[in-house]
């Protein structure tokens, strides 16, 4: 994979991401809950950065913005050079096709599909290589991950690491610029939580950008950059090179 070329939005700023003053709102009830309180903070093309800090604060809720699963109450979030928060459900399915690869805590496979056919789904929707190439690329992927031999079984014949290393292959499968992963440890035993860790070191080196949640201490102290969420708000972020936080 070769590296990945930034990308300049309106106002010149050469981010992957950048999240300006983003404010979320949750209404419980008669009332309203504010989640994020004014995040701002860029990430550059070729970053590993870790999300950290107390479960409830609003880790999972930045990377829904980011990727424009849900938009901000106020606000701006501009990824890959568009503005997320701006664009339709079509546009926004259309453009996370292309740029956003995906990788959530519990897997996300179709259970009905293999293992090489969950990796070749996202090419179907995109439109994106033909037919053959789809699946030379697939196998290509599952390859990368270690799973060549698991390709035509099903998510439930292989353990839980193998889902999760099968599911960063389909987060790969459109070769996107950036991946965004939720917890992505956090079912996996501490080797396996390992290996899937140097998966996404290499794909940083080969010029992917990477922004990964994590509770997992151990693997945050090996994430070049820590960006650390309290009641709402960034009260940390620099880039630590192998320094201990206290964890959560």
């Known amino acids: 994979m070769s590296k990945t070329n930034g990308h300049t939005n309106g106002n010149g700023n050469n981010s992957i991401i950048q999240v300006k003053d983003v404010v979320k709102n949750f209404k419980v009830g008669d009332g309203e809950v504010t989640i994020l309180k004014g995040i701002s903070f860029d990430v550059k093309p070729g970053e590993f950065v870790s999300v950290v800090g107390p479960s409830g604060n609003g880790k999972s809720t930045l990377l829904n913005m980011i990727t424009g699963i849900d938009r901000p109450s106020a606000g701006q979030v501009v990824v890959t050079g568009r503005e997320v928060h701006k664009m339709s459900e079509n546009q926004l399915a259309s453009w996370r096709g292309e740029n956003v690869g995906i990788i959530f805590q519990f897997f996300q496979m179709l259970p009905a599909l293999s293992l090489l056919q969950n990796v070749i789904l996202p090419m179907d929707f995109a439109n994106k290589y033909g037919p053959k190439e789809r ?10 991950v270690g799973l060549a031999d698991q390709a035509e079984k099903l ?8 889902q999760q290393r099968a599911a960063i292959a389909r987060a790969l499968a459109n070769d996107p610029p950036l991946l965004v992963a939720d917890e ?65």
């Open 155 to 162: 998510p439930s014949m292989v353990s839980g690491g193998q």
């Open 184 to 248: 992505p440890t956090g079912n996996l035993d501490t080797r396996t939580a390992g290996d899937v860790f140097e998966l996404f070191s290499k794909l940083v080196d080969q010029g992917k950008t990477m922004i990964m949640v994590t509770h997992d201490k151990e693997l945050a102290k090996r994430v070049p950059r820590v960006v650390e969420i309290t009641n709402g708000k960034i009260t940390r972020d620099e880039f630590v090179g192998g320094a201990t936080w206290t964890g959560y």
């Open 135 to 144: 699946r030379e690329r697939a196998m290509e992927l599952l390859e990368t």
